[in-house]
């Protein structure tokens, strides 16, 4: 729960509950300090919270790619050198709940398709694995960054810039 006595914070405490309850996925955006995580975690996860399951939380930054995407979509033994068993991902870890991707700006250019593919359809494949593997996860990232400028700059793709 989010207690904000301040004024200005009052339309964000609003659109927190109109949205929170809905099966929208989220983009959180603002200046380093200011509370991303903070809104994020008062986020009502709706009716998307599992008890088995639930949520998860997952910061690219500072991440190689190879580990970040083991990170969000796991990856099967012997897929690389220190893959000596299957490991299940962010992705699957929060099915059926809510997965928080913090400082989504920094996802890597290349990885950027397979972040969408999985948003737009719920569809992907662990690292090493040709196996196609559905979610049903509830979106909320946050990121310091400026989206428009990022995809103007190519350091992000357009489709991938889409929010709720």
């Given at each position: 729960?989010?207690?904000?006595?301040?004024?200005?914070?009052r339309?964000?405490?609003?659109?927190?509950s109109r949205v929170?309850p809905?099966?929208?996925?989220?983009?959180i955006?603002?200046?380093?300090?200011?509370?991303?995580?903070?809104?994020?975690?008062?986020?009502?996860r709706?009716?998307?919270?599992?008890?088995?399951?639930?949520s998860?939380r997952s910061?690219?930054?500072g991440?190689?790619?190879g580990?970040?995407e083991?990170?969000?979509?796991?990856?099967?033994?012997?897929?690389?050198t220190?893959?000596?068993t299957d490991?299940?991902?962010?992705?699957?870890?929060?099915?059926?709940?809510?997965l928080?991707?913090?400082?989504?700006?920094?996802?890597?250019?290349?990885?950027q398709?397979?972040?969408?593919r999985?948003?737009?359809?719920?569809?992907?494949?662990?690292v090493?694995?040709?196996?196609?593997?559905?979610?049903?996860?509830?979106?909320?990232s946050?990121?310091?960054?400026?989206?428009?400028?990022?995809?103007?700059?190519?350091?992000?793709?357009?489709?991938?810039a889409?929010?709720a």
């Amino acid at each position: 729960m989010l207690i904000a006595e301040a004024p200005s914070m009052r339309p964000v405490l609003e659109l927190i509950s109109r949205v929170g309850p809905s099966e929208a996925n989220v983009l959180i955006t603002g200046e380093n300090g200011t509370g991303k995580g903070t809104v994020a975690q008062a986020h009502p996860r709706g009716l998307r919270t599992r008890p088995a399951k639930g949520s998860s939380r997952s910061t690219p930054a500072g991440l190689s790619e190879g580990v970040f995407e083991s990170e969000l979509f796991g990856h099967v033994k012997g897929a690389f050198t220190d893959a000596k068993t299957d490991r299940v991902g962010r992705f699957e870890l929060a099915d059926g709940g809510t997965l928080f991707l913090d400082e989504i700006a920094n996802v890597p250019m290349n990885l950027q398709p397979k972040l969408l593919r999985v948003l737009e359809t719920g569809d992907f494949e662990r690292v090493g694995s040709s196996r196609t593997r559905h979610v049903n996860v509830r979106i909320v990232s946050a990121t310091n960054a400026n989206l428009g400028e990022e995809v103007a700059g190519g350091r992000f793709r357009p489709g991938s810039a889409r929010s709720a």
